[in-house]
């Protein structure tokens, strides 16, 4: 079982930065894949991006690549999801979640643990 708390959202205009921070509890979080997820109000939860359990592997959708880097800091039980650039297009509610085996995944079936999520609103 891992635990995951999301933090760092907020409202930024259009062209600033955030970075969210997931903190995750247990002493295995070295060993999940782990990956950020967003949903807009009436849409399906979107992939944004994943990373590997030592952070060497990483995954974006073209839609956020280039402006959003994923990171992690295993001594801290800690995944990062900094966001540049950012677009009215990128509000929505951003979730951290974490997958116990291989491959990195952008299906959100395939991830076991969540967390609650933290509000991200980019005003134009």
């Not at 590997?52 to 959003?68: A, I, N, Q």
Request: charged share 20%.
């Amino acid at each position: 079982q891992v635990q995951l708390v999301e933090s760092g959202g907020g409202l930024v205009q259009a062209g600033g930065s955030l970075r969210l921070s997931c903190a995750a509890s247990g002493r295995t979080f070295s060993t999940y894949i782990m990956a950020w997820f967003r949903q807009a109000p009436g849409k399906e939860r979107d992939f944004v991006a994943a990373i590997s359990s030592r952070g060497s592997v990483t995954s974006y959708p073209d839609s956020v690549k280039g402006r959003f880097t994923i990171s992690r800091d295993n001594a801290k039980n800690t995944v990062y999801l900094q966001m540049n650039s950012l677009k009215p297009e990128d509000t929505a509610i951003y979730s951290c979640a974490a997958r116990d085996r291989l491959p990195l995944s952008k299906f959100t079936t395939e991830y076991d643990f969540w967390g609650q999520g933290t509000q991200v609103t980019v005003s134009s």
